[in-house]
C-alpha cells in the first residue's frame, strides 16, 4: 500500500516537474527585432549577443535582455546656466543619439539615458559659463556643434552614439529682455541713420563733381538745360547767343 502510494507521489511529482519545464522553456521564448540586439546571460555572466530572430532558452538560468538601435530624438528642457559676465539665461536642447554598443550601454549604466541627459547638461554650463553674452548670441548656431565635440567621447563611452544637438531656444528673464530689444532697435536705427548720411555724402560729392565740371565746361551747363528743358512740357524758349544761356518762360507768356 506505502510502495503504490509513494509511487503515485512520485509520479505526480514527476508530471509536475515535466509540466514546470514546458511552461518555463515557453515562457523563455524570446524574440528579438530587425532594430534590437539581444543580451544572453547565463548564471549572470554576459555570455553573447543576440541578432535578430526567435530563441528559446530554459529560464532558471538564462536571461536575454533586448536593447533598441533606433535612433532617438529628445529635448532637454530650459537650463538656466550663467554666462560669463553672470547674465542668467535659459537654453533649451534638441538630442539626436543612438545606441552604438548595446553590451556597454546596459552593463556601463543603470539608465544611458539618465546619464547623458546629465552630460549635456554639464557641457552646456561649461560652454555658456565660457562665454560672454554677447559673444553667446553672435555665435548661437555654432554652439550645437560645440557642444556636440565637448560632449562625443564621453557619450561614446556609455555607449551611445551622440548624433547632433542643437539649440532650441535661448530664452532671458523680462527685464534683460527688454534690454536686449532696446539695444537691438538703438543697433538698428544706428545702422539706419549711418546708411542715410553714406547716401547723402555720395550725393553731395556727385553734385560737388557735377558742379566742378559746369565750371570748368560752361557748355556742359547749357547742354544740361537743354536736355532738361526736352523732357519738360508748356514752356518757351529764347536763345539770344550762343554765348548766353537760353532764357526760359512758361508758355504763354
Not at 543619439?97 to 552646456?124: M, N, P
Not at 548624433?163 to 535661448?170: C, E, F, P
Not at 543697433?187 to 553714406?198: H, I, S, W
Amino acid at each position: 500500500m506505502n510502495e503504490i502510494l509513494y509511487g503515485v507521489i512520485a509520479v505526480l511529482f514527476l508530471a509536475l516537474l515535466a509540466g514546470a519545464f514546458v511552461l518555463g522553456y515557453r515562457r523563455a521564448r524570446v524574440v528579438v527585432y530587425e532594430y534590437e540586439c539581444g543580451l544572453l546571460f547565463v548564471n549572470g555572466r554576459f555570455k553573447r549577443l543576440l541578432q535578430p530572430g526567435a530563441y528559446a532558452f530554459f529560464p532558471l538560468t538564462h536571461r536575454v535582455e533586448t536593447v533598441d538601435l533606433r535612433s532617438r530624438t529628445i529635448t532637454i528642457q530650459g537650463q538656466e546656466v550663467l554666462s560669463e559676465d553672470n547674465v542668467s539665461i535659459r537654453v533649451s536642447l534638441g538630442l539626436r543619439y543612438r545606441v552604438a554598443d548595446a553590451y556597454r550601454a546596459t552593463v556601463s549604466s543603470a539608465s544611458h539615458l539618465d546619464e547623458l541627459y546629465l552630460l549635456v547638461q554639464t557641457g552646456l554650463r561649461d560652454l555658456v559659463g565660457q562665454t560672454q553674452i554677447e559673444t553667446l548670441l553672435a555665435v548661437r548656431g555654432e554652439m550645437g556643434a560645440r557642444l556636440l565635440e565637448m560632449t562625443r567621447a564621453a557619450a561614446e563611452e556609455l555607449g551611445l552614439e551622440l548624433k547632433s544637438v542643437a539649440v532650441k531656444d535661448i530664452m532671458f528673464p523680462g527685464e534683460l529682455r527688454n534690454i536686449f530689444a532696446q539695444v537691438v532697435n538703438a543697433r538698428q536705427e544706428g545702422k539706419a541713420a549711418l546708411e542715410r548720411a553714406r547716401g547723402e555724402s555720395a550725393a553731395l560729392r556727385s553734385l560737388a563733381n557735377t558742379a566742378k565740371l559746369m565750371e570748368n565746361n560752361p557748355a556742359l551747363y547749357k547742354l544740361r538745360m537743354l536736355q532738361s528743358l526736352e523732357k519738360s512740357r508748356g514752356n518757351t524758349i529764347y536763345v539770344t547767343s550762343l554765348e548766353d544761356s537760353p532764357l526760359l518762360l512758361p508758355s504763354g507768356k
